[in-house]
């Protein structure tokens, strides 16, 4: 049995019409911020995200921090 988690900030929604995931890394970054995120937890996000060069692994780590949506 598979479980879904929701992602860190469920309140943050990203809609996205790129499969570039570092334009996604952006636009969650960019949210987090908008949101008042503490600097140091967008860090957090951003060593996470970039820490492996699979874009499908930087895309994940984008989902388990907010809600995304991409439409390319």
């Not at 860190?8 to 908008?34: C, E, Q, W």
């Not at 503490?38 to 989902?63: W, Y």
Request: proline share 7%.
């Amino acid at each position: 049995m598979m479980y879904l988690m929701a992602p860190r900030y469920p309140d943050i929604h990203i809609r996205l019409r790129s499969n570039n995931p570092f334009a996604l890394v952006s636009a969650v970054r960019l949210a987090l911020r908008r949101s008042d995120v503490d600097p140091g937890e967008i860090n957090r996000f951003t060593e996470e995200a970039l820490d492996s060069d699979e874009p499908q692994r930087m895309r994940k780590v984008c989902s388990d921090w907010a809600e995304v949506e991409v439409s390319a």
